[in-house]
T-cell receptor, first 110, second 115 residues
């Protein structure tokens, strides 16, 4: 099983739609979780950290399910500008090394 | 907002040549990282650096690679004898604090093309 696994997509949704991505991780000792956004041929940019109790930032909601070892990202009221690849990042306990998923591609169309 | 800056944005080099990629981390950050991303693939950790020494490195970071902080601002990645498979985007990142719980601040990358 891959360390961090994501459905590559693409998820093709109309503007205004709600879309959700999941990411599974294999190491139960993982402690820190993040969602990054990456536009084509650009650097990853932090979208949000994921906290145990779940957290929300505007239209974006992140959840962590430790029992099933996955995190999720929900985007409400999708905008054209949300089109990007969304990277799941997981840090192992006691390590500086973040492990990136391959990313899920989102395309929001008019 | 302070940024991590990388130069050059694109480097084209003949196979077997040495290449040095440069990064200026955010000024009050203490932890520095290099990643690579081969086209169409995931971001891969290469090395982390703190207090003038390597903290952790991945299997990718073999003897062909080295890192240095030659002065108070620059952080460099050197590839001694480049191979075709070194062609990738190389991202530098920095964090203020240690630990895996810190989100990474990335530079906008250097695209390395090996001919």
């Amino acid at each position: 099983r891959k360390e961090v696994e994501q459905d590559p997509g693409p998820f093709n949704v109309p503007e205004g739609a709600t879309v959700a991505f999941n990411c599974t991780y294999s190491n139960s000792a993982s402690q820190s979780f993040f969602w990054y956004r990456q536009d084509c041929r650009k650097e990853p940019k932090l979208l949000m950290s994921v906290y145990s109790s779940g957290n929300e930032d505007g239209r974006f909601t992140a959840q962590l399910n430790r029992a099933s070892q996955y995190i999720s990202l929900l985007i409400r009221d999708s905008k054209l500008s949300d089109s990007a690849t969304y990277l799941c990042v997981v840090n192992r306990a006691g390590s500086y090394i973040p492990t990136f998923g391959r990313g899920t591609s989102l395309i929001v169309h008019p | 907002e302070p940024e991590v800056t990388q130069t050059p944005s694109h480097q084209v080099t003949q196979m077997g040549q040495e290449v040095i990629l440069r990064c200026v981390p955010i000024s009050n950050h203490l932890y520095f990282y290099w990643y690579r991303q081969i086209l169409g693939q995931k971001v891969e950790f290469l090395v982390s650096f703190y207090n003038n020494e390597i903290s952790e490195k991945s299997e990718i970071f073999d003897d062909q690679f080295s890192v240095e902080r030659p002065d108070g601002s620059n952080f460099t990645l050197k590839i001694r004898s480049t191979k075709l498979e070194d062609s990738a985007m190389y991202f530098c990142a920095s964090t203020a604090l240690s630990g895996g719980g810190q989100p990474q601040h990335f530079g906008d990358g250097t695209r390395l093309s090996i001919l």
